[in-house]
């Protein structure tokens, strides 16, 4: 895959449809927030009660290329329509990777229509808006630690530098003939 600024979608490159991303997309550091507040009558403004984070959008400049005629940009056009939506025509959840960032996904779907501008037959621009409703990035390989203790008082030690508390799963396999019992699970959080 070459860093042209582009992306993948499933793991097909865009420039696969004949598309080209015009420039790398303007994004928020952070998606919106959902807010909960509350009015009280006679005081001014509201009570903040909490936020969470909303939904990320990604507004994705692209265009049409390499386009012989109307009949062929037609083509590639429905090809990609094909790609973003499932076999009754609803929208479906997509792996999003920038070649930038090759390490990293989010799982989005299309949102909203894509008007594209039909300048001439060999090129059409048009803004590919697609909806994370989950607005966090994964890890494209999971990670796993796997140590084997073979003595009384055996620890290991799993270290996790993400900046959002991740679910863990801890297996305990005893290929031993003695039962495991006494053991502990320590969390600790540096602050």
Known sequence: ?????????????????????????????????????????????????????????????CFFDRCADAAALDALVRTFAKALTDSYGRPKTLKLVFDDDADKYYLVRYSGQIPFDRKWAGVSDFTLELISDDPFAYETDEEYDYSTITTSGGAMTVTSIGTVATPATICIKNVG??????????????I
């Open 1 to 61: 895959m070459t860093d042209n600024g582009g992306f993948t979608l499933n793991g097909v490159a865009i420039s696969d449809y004949g598309i080209t991303m015009r420039h790398g997309p303007d994004q928020p550091i952070l998606p919106g927030t959902k807010d909960r507040a509350v009015s009280v009558l006679g005081r001014t403004g509201d009570y903040w009660i909490d936020s969470e984070l909303g939904v990320r959008i990604f507004s994705l400049p």
């Open 177 to 190: 003939a003695a039962e495991i019992d006494g053991f502990t699970i320590k969390i600790e959080q540096e």
